[in-house]
């Protein structure tokens, strides 16, 4: 991925941080090393935020679908803008 004109959000648990991993910053400095020049911006949320059931299995009601295992989750999402410029022939 391109980094230019890239940049992310990071939603962590707020179960995370340092009583989780006794050091702060884990989660940002993770996705800085893989994503050195992307802004990130983030913050820590009360709990989960997503729904137990996924989509795609419609013929399982969803209070019978089985349920997914999460827990003190971060979430990453990463949002790229490549601007691209038309070449005409004509240098128009």
Do not use: W
Request: hydrophobic share 35%; charged share 25%.
């Amino acid at each position: 991925m391109e980094e230019e004109g890239s940049f992310a959000f990071m939603f962590a648990c707020n179960g995370r941080g340092y009583e989780m991993h006794r050091k702060p910053h884990v989660e940002s400095t993770l996705f800085r090393k893989y994503f050195p020049k992307t802004l990130l911006v983030g913050s820590f949320t009360g709990g989960e935020f997503f729904h137990e059931h996924v989509p795609g299995n419609e013929s399982i009601a969803p209070d019978k679908a089985t349920r997914l295992e999460y827990a003190f989750t971060t979430v990453f999402m990463l949002v790229s803008c490549k601007q691209t410029r038309e070449v005409r022939p004509d240098n128009t």
